[in-house]
């Protein structure tokens, strides 16, 4: 029997620091053992979010390039690198407790296959890195991957699938020139246009079959902070 | 007194690095408050603390990454030093005894089960299934109030249950572990009963990385950490295979030397070998443009335009900036553009766009004294060019020996895309045409 989860999937994007700060609340009353697992999916208004390993030589923009093209620049508590996230770009923050002996890998894991499987229902065939986390095709990575847990237990960010993203946001982040390991969209491997529209309920259905969750409640709309307690417990 | 250790987050992760302590040696803490954060290679978290008490020794600072279990900190329980016996009897390395000798998972688990084990070892009264008959429903209990007893090592049969027929509820519980934390004899003076002696406390604990005399130990940087993974990752995904020529540079090298200074003193900056090897190669991948091909999927990419990689090593490793539109430069634009191109990658001042879309790498290694290189290809290019130091060597020439400026050239090839026979044909034109060609017209000197 599935567990019963939540899905927050509101209409038009939602500011980044908004979005962080409703799935901090939403972790925090998980780990007072109250709400369900819940799976937010949207879209952010173009933002670089900065994780604890980055530092400020791997933006290649400046903060000047960043304003005028019309993104923000974020530091977060995720871990890794600099990421993007913008317009055409599913992303997919699970709050999920993961119990009190996390098995952290096998969460990714699982993420990935969740990816994996959603893109494989477009015909679009995708694989792992034995390095890295996200999902990639060949050497380009399609969707990125960064997760934290809140007391070693909530998981908190996620996962960000290129879909009809504008791959020239990226320029901006690239660390290196190590002939880069580029980045790709759904769009560019399937040859027609993918929309997030398109992989939202793939991403769902299949989030809910290897999370074993069943979606009962779900919310189009995006819930105000006054909301957020209400119907967290 | 409590260790503090690297928890496991799985199975298969061996190891994590300490991101940031959230406490400062001499702070109180408090069971399950946030004490520190980890990094894994897949995940970071914040672990909570394991006991309440004072953070008195930070052993592994910030950055550094040790193997799971590896003890991070100590704890010392409030009124835990009049709890210890009086010169006590444990001896050196004590407290490590009520760890019991658990399976692998639970080697360094500090979360709120490993506490709870803590506890029932110490003598405390075991927890249900024998609750006190305290009402009708005093018996019952729901999954979250099992977990939280679970998670904060409570023992049930201590709370008294205030819900429907004296059922205990997530209050009964959570009331219960408030008061117990603000209680002087809180769990983590149990520990510090079979903790070391008072004259061990505080004595200086071996680093747990074994660390030779005269070795040091540097986390990864970054770039290094990029670098790392990028050429693994060639070597994984490529069928690299390998030939060389040797070159006779005289051609060149007389040029050179004729018109160095005229050039120095008109453009600013020296003219060396790596414009004429780039313009010849350039011509070569015009010439055999699978060389200058990318394998995508099941496709092969056949790129009639050179953008050209050149390595450049600078204080923190190795980037690649791109001169795009080689095909289109004569000698002194692509002169001019190298130096342009190397002098902004030293200082980092080089823009997003002319670090990507390479269709070939060129890597010099000559000016360090190198003879011979077999380098590793770019992803997602398909051959590297390296060119290894220029240096007189006795050769035969219309059966006589001569002293000439000599070189050899070698590339790595993909050979899922090149063979045998094409990679010499290419090294053979570039080096046809770094020996025959005029290069002077192009200076205009």
Redesign the interface.
Known sequence: MPRSGRLIRPEGPVPYREANALMHQLAEARLR?EGRDTLILLEHPPVYTAG????D??V??TQEQIRRAGAELHAI?????LTFHGPGQLVGYPIVDLG?????????RRLEEVVIRAAADVGVTLHR?????GVW???RKVCAIG??????RVSLHGFALNCTTDLSWF????????????VTSMSELAGREVSVEEMAPLVTQRFAEVFDIRFDHEERSWPRASTVAASAS | MTSVKMPQLGETVVEGTILKWLKAEGETVELDEPLFEISTDKVDTEVPAVASGTLTKILVPEGETVKVGTELAVIEGEGGEEAAPEGGSAGVGAEELPEPPAGPDDAGTVSGRSAAGREASSGAPTPAPSLPERGPRSQILSPLVRRLAEEHGVDLAQVQGTGTGGRITKKDVLAYVEARSAAPAAPAAVPAAVGAPAGFQGAPVPPPATVAGGEEVVPVPRVRGLIAEHMKRSLEVSARAWNAVEVNMENVARLRERLKEAFKAREGFSLTYMPFVTRAVTEALVAYPMVNSELRGDQIVVKHYVNMGIAVSYDEGLIVPVLKGADTMNLLGIARAINDLATRARAKQLRPDEIHGGTFTITNPGPFGSLISLPIINQPESAILAFDTVEKRPVVIDDAIAIRHMVYLSLSWDHRLIDGALASQFLSRVKQNLETWDFAEDLAL
């Open positions: 053992g604890r390993t980055s530092k030589d791997h290649v923009w508590d995720r871990g890794g690198s009190t002996r996390p098995e952290a890998l096998g969460y990714v890195s034995d390095v890295q986390t095709s060949g050497d997760v934290r847990l809140m007391r070693m320029d901006a982040i690239v660390p290196c020139g190590l002939g880069h390991t580029g």
